[in-house]
């Protein structure tokens, strides 16, 4: 499987900004990856950085777009246009969505 995510031409292209940031790759993906498909979006947690900073700044760097879907809990999508090779040997689009680790108290502490 880390074969398969190491591969992948999204987290390719990103992987040379993630040199400083603890960051992990969540959700639909990995399951997409576990049933061998291929998925459009890449769900990542960041946990030692400013998220928004970090998602503005990777934006700008791969002339992508930004959108911050959620201040509060930090959660921002950046969208690659032409920036990956689709099933048609074409250049397509994906989705990044960036967002901040939280802990279990933190977690707890919002549903009181």
């Not at 990956?84 to 074409?90: P, S, V």
């Amino acid at each position: 499987m880390r074969n398969l995510i190491e591969n992948d031409e999204v987290i390719k292209l990103i992987k040379p900004y993630l040199k400083d940031v603890e960051a992990y790759i969540v959700g639909g993906f990995v399951r997409d990856i576990l049933m061998n498909k291929k998925s459009p979006d890449r769900d990542l947690i960041l946990c030692n950085c400013d998220v928004e900073k970090f998602s503005r700044e990777l934006a700008d760097k791969l002339n992508a777009h930004f959108i911050e879907l959620d201040s509060i809990n930090k959660i921002y999508r950046i969208v690659l246009e032409n920036k990956i090779d689709n099933f048609w040997g074409k250049k397509a689009g994906a989705q990044l969505f960036l967002s901040k680790a939280i802990d279990i108290k933190e977690l707890v502490s919002n549903i009181n």
